[in-house]
């Protein structure tokens, strides 16, 4: 192990954790808005949208996510629509991750007992406070594993995205792997970088879980 060369390209491996984080952020965030938005089509039965939201939901779990980005990347430049590598790269994380954080959503907001809703309902809450106050908060705090274990998901999939040209982890290491024939090096600096990614996740989702679970059963 050439550990001269790997604290020589300690800092292009820092750079690349930024955008990764970014792109993993951006990601995340909008695939939250995605979940909410389209667990809510399901769970109260929108007619039309709720037939474009299980098209969609099935079109983005079929679909590798390479192939995705090379439809935004490479496909949309023929209709004259041109997006920078960071900006496919957040999109397809959150068309991707959407759907399977919409089936998060959707198993918090089935879990609800229908008898909360109509105590809700009987005591004068409209619709809208009856989502807001008594289905919301029970459906995010049962859907806090699934949302996480898919934070984990999507940040893993941020590999891929280095396939358009995006300076990510996996682009760097595989650049000074072409350039340097390093690859234990390389290899090593990337897999600590996943992990000083991932691990903060990984343990503050168990923490929210079993947070979760107490004020579930109490135990």
Same mark, same amino acid.
């Given at each position: ?5 790997? =604290? ?7 750079? #690349? ?20 938005? *389209? ?5 109260? &039965?929108? &007619? ?10 099935? %079109?983005? @779990? ?9 439809? /935004? ?9 041109? /997006?920078?590598?960071?900006? *496919?790269?957040?999109?397809? /994380?959150? =068309? %991707?991750?959407?759907?399977?954080? *919409?089936?998060?959503? @959707? ?24 989502? @807001? ?11 806090? !594993?699934?949302?996480?274990?898919? *934070?984990?998901?999507? %940040? ?16 760097? #290491? ?12 390389? %290899?090593?600096?990337?897999?600590? #970088?996943? /992990?000083?990614?991932?691990? !903060? ?8 879980? @079993? ?9």
């Amino acid at each position: 192990m050439d550990w001269g060369f790997i =604290f020589k390209h300690v800092p292009k491996y820092i750079d #690349a954790m930024y955008l990764t984080l970014a792109l993993a952020v951006g990601g995340i965030a909008l695939s939250v808005i995605i979940g909410i938005i *389209c667990s809510s089509i399901l769970y109260f &039965k929108v &007619k039309v949208l709720r037939k474009i939201v299980n098209i969609y939901i099935e %079109l983005s @779990r079929n679909t590798p996510l390479l192939i995705q980005l090379f439809f /935004l990347y490479y496909g949309f430049t023929k209709i004259g629509v041109h /997006l920078s590598g960071f900006s *496919c790269g957040i999109i397809g /994380l959150a =068309f %991707l991750g959407g759907s399977y954080m *919409c089936e998060s959503f @959707r198993a918090g907001l089935e879990f609800v007992p229908k008898s909360q809703i109509e105590a809700g309902t009987s005591i004068g809450l409209n619709n809208l406070q009856v989502f @807001r106050y008594i289905i919301l908060p029970q459906a995010f705090s049962v859907s806090v !594993p699934l949302i996480g274990a898919n *934070c984990l998901f999507l %940040l893993k999939e941020t590999s891929i995205v280095g396939a358009i040209a995006i300076a990510d982890l996996m682009f760097v #290491a595989k650049d000074l792997i072409g350039m340097y024939y390093k690859t234990n090096e390389a %290899l090593f600096m990337l897999v600590v #970088a996943y /992990l000083i990614i991932l691990l !903060p996740v990984s343990i503050l989702t168990s923490v929210l879980e @079993r947070r979760s679970r107490y004020a579930q059963y109490g135990n």
